[in-house]
Protein backbone atom coordinates (compact mmCIF):
# COMPACT_ATOMS: atom_id res chain seq x y z
CA UNK A 1 0.00 0.00 0.00
CA UNK A 2 2.18 2.89 -1.42
CA UNK A 3 0.80 6.12 -1.14
CA UNK A 4 1.82 9.32 -3.22
CA UNK A 5 3.49 11.82 -1.46
CA UNK A 6 3.19 15.77 -1.59
CA UNK A 7 0.05 16.29 -2.34
CA UNK A 8 -0.27 19.10 -0.21
CA UNK A 9 1.14 21.24 2.64
CA UNK A 10 0.88 20.01 5.88
CA UNK A 11 1.18 21.84 9.02
CA UNK A 12 2.83 19.30 11.07
CA UNK A 13 4.52 15.72 9.47
CA UNK A 14 5.01 13.20 11.71
CA UNK A 15 7.79 10.45 10.27
CA UNK A 16 8.07 7.20 11.70
CA UNK A 17 11.17 4.46 10.35
CA UNK A 18 10.14 1.19 11.31
CA UNK A 19 12.37 -1.89 11.04
CA UNK A 20 10.62 -5.50 12.19
CA UNK A 21 8.45 -3.51 15.23
CA UNK A 22 5.20 -3.78 14.07
CA UNK A 23 3.36 -3.33 17.75
CA UNK A 24 5.86 0.16 18.24
CA UNK A 25 4.42 1.30 15.11
CA UNK A 26 0.83 0.28 16.52
CA UNK A 27 1.20 1.79 19.46
CA UNK A 28 2.35 5.48 17.76
CA UNK A 29 -0.77 5.32 15.59
CA UNK A 30 -3.78 4.24 18.26
CA UNK A 31 -2.36 7.41 20.39
CA UNK A 32 -2.69 9.63 17.11
CA UNK A 33 -5.85 8.68 15.52
CA UNK A 34 -7.74 9.99 14.63
CA UNK A 35 -5.65 12.40 12.57
CA UNK A 36 -6.31 15.86 12.15
CA UNK A 37 -6.56 17.41 8.68
CA UNK A 38 -2.87 19.78 8.62
CA UNK A 39 -1.17 16.49 10.00
CA UNK A 40 0.57 13.66 7.68
CA UNK A 41 2.08 10.60 8.99
CA UNK A 42 4.58 9.24 7.07
CA UNK A 43 5.90 5.24 7.25
CA UNK A 44 9.11 4.37 5.74
CA UNK A 45 9.31 0.32 6.31
CA UNK A 46 13.26 -0.72 6.17
CA UNK A 47 12.05 -4.58 7.27
CA UNK A 48 12.77 -7.21 4.59
CA UNK A 49 8.85 -8.01 4.28
CA UNK A 50 5.83 -5.68 4.05
CA UNK A 51 4.07 -6.74 7.43
CA UNK A 52 3.14 -3.30 8.64
CA UNK A 53 0.64 -3.12 5.48
CA UNK A 54 -2.04 -4.66 7.67
CA UNK A 55 -1.72 -2.11 10.37
CA UNK A 56 -1.70 0.56 7.75
CA UNK A 57 -4.65 -0.37 6.35
CA UNK A 58 -6.71 -0.59 9.75
CA UNK A 59 -5.73 2.94 10.35
CA UNK A 60 -5.98 4.24 7.20
CA UNK A 61 -9.94 4.89 7.74
CA UNK A 62 -9.01 7.59 10.99
CA UNK A 63 -5.62 8.40 9.27
CA UNK A 64 -6.35 9.91 5.44
CA UNK A 65 -3.24 11.62 5.75
CA UNK A 66 -1.57 8.23 6.47
CA UNK A 67 1.18 7.44 4.04
CA UNK A 68 3.62 3.93 4.20
CA UNK A 69 6.01 2.72 1.67
CA UNK A 70 8.13 -0.59 2.20
CA UNK A 71 11.71 0.38 0.76
CA UNK A 72 13.31 -3.07 0.04
CA UNK A 73 9.74 -2.91 -2.58
CA UNK A 74 10.22 0.33 -3.39
CA UNK A 75 14.16 1.05 -3.75
CA UNK A 76 15.03 -2.37 -4.62
CA UNK A 77 16.84 -2.90 -0.93
CA UNK A 78 16.89 -1.50 2.42
CA UNK A 79 17.89 2.04 2.84
CA UNK A 80 19.34 1.62 6.40
CA UNK A 81 18.74 4.17 9.09
CA UNK A 82 20.31 7.44 8.42
CA UNK A 83 19.31 7.14 4.58
CA UNK A 84 15.79 6.04 5.84
CA UNK A 85 15.44 9.42 7.82
CA UNK A 86 16.61 11.51 5.12
CA UNK A 87 14.02 9.88 2.80
CA UNK A 88 11.20 10.75 5.45
CA UNK A 89 12.57 14.34 5.49
CA UNK A 90 12.34 14.65 1.35
CA UNK A 91 8.77 13.06 1.31
CA UNK A 92 7.45 14.94 4.09
CA UNK A 93 5.40 18.33 2.72
CA UNK A 94 4.80 20.03 6.40
CA UNK A 95 6.07 23.44 7.74
CA UNK A 96 7.41 21.20 10.71
CA UNK A 97 8.89 17.69 10.91
CA UNK A 98 8.59 15.11 13.98
CA UNK A 99 10.93 12.19 13.80
CA UNK A 100 9.53 9.55 15.78
CA UNK A 101 11.41 6.48 15.70
CA UNK A 102 9.18 3.33 16.58
CA UNK A 103 9.67 3.01 20.10
CA UNK A 104 8.69 6.47 20.75
CA UNK A 105 5.11 7.14 21.50
CA UNK A 106 3.30 10.22 22.72
CA UNK A 107 2.35 9.96 26.30
CA UNK A 108 -0.94 11.64 26.32
CA UNK A 109 -4.19 11.70 24.30
CA UNK A 110 -4.40 15.39 23.68
CA UNK A 111 -0.69 15.42 22.07
CA UNK A 112 -1.62 16.31 19.07
CA UNK A 113 -4.31 19.33 20.00
CA UNK A 114 -1.43 20.85 22.19
CA UNK A 115 1.41 20.23 19.55
CA UNK A 116 -0.97 22.02 17.20
CA UNK A 117 -1.68 24.75 19.21
CA UNK A 118 2.02 25.86 19.47
CA UNK A 119 2.62 25.53 15.83
CA UNK A 120 -0.32 27.72 14.87
CA UNK A 121 0.52 30.51 16.89
CA UNK A 122 2.15 34.10 14.76
CA UNK A 123 5.06 33.88 17.11
CA UNK A 124 5.54 30.16 16.74
CA UNK A 125 9.28 28.82 17.20
CA UNK A 126 11.92 27.53 14.93
CA UNK A 127 11.81 24.18 16.87
CA UNK A 128 10.25 22.65 19.91
CA UNK A 129 11.96 20.09 22.66
CA UNK A 130 9.22 17.93 23.96
CA UNK A 131 9.77 16.79 27.42
CA UNK A 132 11.00 13.03 27.72
CA UNK A 133 10.11 10.16 30.01
CA UNK A 134 11.76 7.11 29.97
CA UNK A 135 8.80 4.20 30.12
CA UNK A 136 8.52 0.40 29.69
CA UNK A 137 6.62 -1.67 27.05
CA UNK A 138 3.76 -1.11 29.37
CA UNK A 139 4.57 2.70 29.25
CA UNK A 140 5.34 2.75 32.62
CA UNK A 141 7.50 5.48 33.85
CA UNK A 142 10.69 4.27 35.01
CA UNK A 143 12.64 8.04 35.28
CA UNK A 144 13.14 10.81 33.65
CA UNK A 145 15.45 11.15 30.68
CA UNK A 146 17.78 14.22 31.73
CA UNK A 147 16.92 16.60 33.81
CA UNK A 148 14.93 18.95 32.68
CA UNK A 149 16.98 22.29 33.36
CA UNK A 150 19.69 20.43 31.78
CA UNK A 151 17.80 20.11 28.30
CA UNK A 152 17.10 23.73 28.99
CA UNK A 153 20.34 24.83 28.92
CA UNK A 154 22.58 23.31 27.06
CA UNK A 155 21.49 22.60 23.64
CA UNK A 156 21.30 26.94 22.98
CA UNK A 157 24.33 27.72 25.28
CA UNK A 158 27.24 24.59 24.51
CA UNK A 159 25.78 22.68 21.72
CA UNK A 160 29.18 20.56 21.27
CA UNK A 161 28.77 19.18 25.20
CA UNK A 162 26.13 17.33 23.35
CA UNK A 163 28.73 14.89 22.28
CA UNK A 164 29.83 14.36 25.70
CA UNK A 165 25.92 13.72 26.53
CA UNK A 166 23.22 13.18 24.35
CA UNK A 167 20.63 15.46 27.10
CA UNK A 168 17.88 15.44 24.32
CA UNK A 169 17.32 12.14 23.84
CA UNK A 170 15.91 10.53 21.05
CA UNK A 171 14.61 12.37 17.32
CA UNK A 172 11.04 12.33 18.77
CA UNK A 173 11.32 14.90 21.77
CA UNK A 174 12.25 17.63 19.18
CA UNK A 175 9.61 19.19 16.20
CA UNK A 176 11.36 21.35 14.24
CA UNK A 177 10.40 24.10 10.95
CA UNK A 178 11.72 22.62 7.65
CA UNK A 179 13.74 25.83 7.11
CA UNK A 180 16.06 24.90 9.64
CA UNK A 181 16.13 21.39 9.65
CA UNK A 182 19.27 19.89 8.79
CA UNK A 183 20.32 16.39 7.25
CA UNK A 184 21.39 13.30 8.88
CA UNK A 185 24.78 11.95 7.99
CA UNK A 186 24.41 7.94 6.94
CA UNK A 187 27.92 7.08 7.04
CA UNK A 188 27.34 8.18 10.86
CA UNK A 189 25.72 5.18 13.30
CA UNK A 190 26.10 6.04 16.87
CA UNK A 191 26.68 10.08 16.97
CA UNK A 192 24.23 10.58 13.86
CA UNK A 193 21.72 11.69 16.18
CA UNK A 194 24.13 14.24 18.28
CA UNK A 195 25.14 15.54 15.29
CA UNK A 196 22.23 16.17 13.55
CA UNK A 197 21.22 18.12 16.94
CA UNK A 198 24.77 20.06 16.64
CA UNK A 199 23.87 21.42 13.24
CA UNK A 200 20.44 22.29 14.24
CA UNK A 201 21.26 24.35 17.14
CA UNK A 202 24.62 26.28 15.77
CA UNK A 203 22.22 27.66 13.76
CA UNK A 204 21.08 30.37 16.62
CA UNK A 205 17.83 29.51 16.42
CA UNK A 206 14.38 30.45 18.08
CA UNK A 207 13.79 27.22 20.11
CA UNK A 208 11.32 26.50 22.75
CA UNK A 209 10.91 23.48 25.92
CA UNK A 210 7.68 22.06 26.00
CA UNK A 211 6.89 20.59 29.21
CA UNK A 212 4.05 20.04 29.12
CA UNK A 213 3.78 17.80 25.82
CA UNK A 214 5.28 14.17 26.69
CA UNK A 215 7.32 11.23 24.47
CA UNK A 216 7.98 8.46 25.99
CA UNK A 217 11.17 6.52 25.28
CA UNK A 218 10.34 2.66 25.14
CA UNK A 219 13.62 0.98 27.04
CA UNK A 220 13.26 -2.44 24.99
CA UNK A 221 16.32 -5.18 25.12
CA UNK A 222 16.33 -6.15 22.09
CA UNK A 223 15.80 -4.17 18.49
CA UNK A 224 17.22 -0.68 19.45
CA UNK A 225 20.24 1.20 17.19
CA UNK A 226 22.27 0.72 21.01
CA UNK A 227 21.31 -3.23 21.03
CA UNK A 228 22.05 -4.09 17.17
CA UNK A 229 25.90 -2.11 18.20
CA UNK A 230 26.40 -4.28 20.95
CA UNK A 231 30.39 -5.88 21.43
CA UNK A 232 31.08 -3.07 18.83
CA UNK A 233 29.70 0.16 20.20
CA UNK A 234 33.26 1.51 22.14
CA UNK A 235 35.16 1.06 18.95
CA UNK A 236 32.54 2.80 16.06
CA UNK A 237 32.05 5.60 18.97
CA UNK A 238 35.91 6.23 18.79
CA UNK A 239 36.08 6.27 15.21
CA UNK A 240 32.81 8.30 14.74
CA UNK A 241 34.61 10.80 17.37
CA UNK A 242 37.46 11.02 15.16
CA UNK A 243 35.50 11.87 11.78
CA UNK A 244 34.07 14.44 13.88
CA UNK A 245 36.82 15.91 15.81
CA UNK A 246 37.85 17.15 12.09
CA UNK A 247 34.07 18.47 11.04
CA UNK A 248 33.84 20.31 14.78
CA UNK A 249 37.48 21.70 15.49
CA UNK A 250 36.24 23.42 18.44
CA UNK A 251 34.41 20.47 19.94
CA UNK A 252 37.41 18.44 20.58
CA UNK A 253 37.20 18.58 24.09
CA UNK A 254 34.20 16.54 23.90
CA UNK A 255 35.04 14.59 21.36
CA UNK A 256 37.96 13.14 22.75
CA UNK A 257 40.89 15.10 22.56
CA UNK A 258 44.27 13.84 24.65
CA UNK A 259 44.61 17.69 26.22
CA UNK A 260 40.81 17.13 27.39
CA UNK A 261 41.15 13.98 29.64
CA UNK A 262 41.34 15.93 32.88
CA UNK A 263 38.26 17.84 32.58
CA UNK A 264 36.19 14.94 30.96
CA UNK A 265 37.17 13.19 34.22
CA UNK A 266 36.12 15.47 36.73
CA UNK A 267 32.79 16.04 34.02
CA UNK A 268 32.42 11.74 34.45
CA UNK A 269 32.34 12.22 38.37
CA UNK A 270 29.85 14.97 38.36
CA UNK A 271 28.00 13.02 35.78
CA UNK A 272 27.78 9.81 37.47
CA UNK A 273 26.92 12.23 41.07
CA UNK A 274 23.46 13.51 38.98
CA UNK A 275 22.60 10.08 37.86
CA UNK A 276 22.58 8.50 40.89
CA UNK A 277 20.58 11.16 42.50
CA UNK A 278 18.10 10.80 39.85
CA UNK A 279 17.88 7.24 40.20
CA UNK A 280 17.13 7.67 43.82
CA UNK A 281 14.18 10.43 43.33
CA UNK A 282 12.82 8.28 40.85
CA UNK A 283 12.59 5.17 43.28
CA UNK A 284 11.13 7.73 45.86
CA UNK A 285 8.45 8.58 43.64
CA UNK A 286 7.52 5.24 42.43
CA UNK A 287 7.37 4.25 45.66
Given at each position: ?39 E ?10 D ?74 D ?45 G????R ?56 G ?23 P ?29
Open positions: MNEPFNVRRARLSILIPTYRYAAGLERILSVLAPLPDDVVLVFDDSPEPLQAIIARFAKKMPRLSYRHNPTHSGASLGAGANWNALLEASSGEYVLLMHHDEVPLDRDFLDLLRERLSRPDASAYMLDLMLVDEELRPIRRHTPRWMRRFVPGRTPTYLFRRNVIGPTTMVIRSVLPRFDPTLRWLIDVDFYVQLFQQNIDWMFEPDIRIGSVQRSEGSITASLSGRLQIDAAERRMLAGRYPKARLWLGAMGAPIRWMETLAWGVLRTGMRLMSRMNVS
